[in-house]
């Protein structure tokens, strides 16, 4: 199992970014797939999950309304589409899979991560 993330860099406040999660081995409409960023010297902080099947999403308070997640099965990725980036969007960006059915995980719950991927917003 494996995931790979792509799609990260540099953008100005206010700027775009789109990052993409490719699954291997697994398939992403079977299983809660989500975001969690990490900025430099904190803990990590979760953003955006799409739930199995329909596709449920969630997002956090910080993110709302700003970022969407979505996936396309015949790609067999998750993205999360940023707009309106602050500098406070600046973090370590991963995505992760969640085998629970029944809510959101917790840090520890994830089963696989990817390998993060760097986004930093300049003033």
């Known amino acids: 199992v494996q995931l790979v993330e792509s799609g990260g860099g540099m953008a100005q406040s206010g700027g775009s970014l789109r990052l993409s999660c490719r699954a291997f081995?697994?398939?992403?409409?079977?299983?809660?797939i989500s975001w969690v960023r990490q900025p430099d010297g904190q803990g990590p902080e979760w953003v955006s999950s799409?739930?199995?099947?329909?596709?449920?999403?969630y997002y956090a308070d910080s993110v709302k309304g700003r970022f969407t997640i979505s996936r396309d099965n015949a790609e067999n990725s998750v993205y999360l589409q940023m707009n309106s980036l602050q500098p406070e969007d600046t973090a370590l960006y991963y995505c992760?899979?969640?085998?629970?059915?029944?809510?959101?995980?917790?840090?520890?719950?994830?089963?696989?991560w990817g390998q993060g991927i760097h986004v930093t917003v300049s003033s």
């Open positions: 992760a899979r969640c085998p629970r059915m029944d809510r959101l995980c917790r840090d520890e719950e994830y089963d696989y």
């Open positions: 081995e697994f398939t992403v409409s079977t299983y809660d």
């Open positions: 799409i739930k199995p099947g329909a596709g449920s999403q």
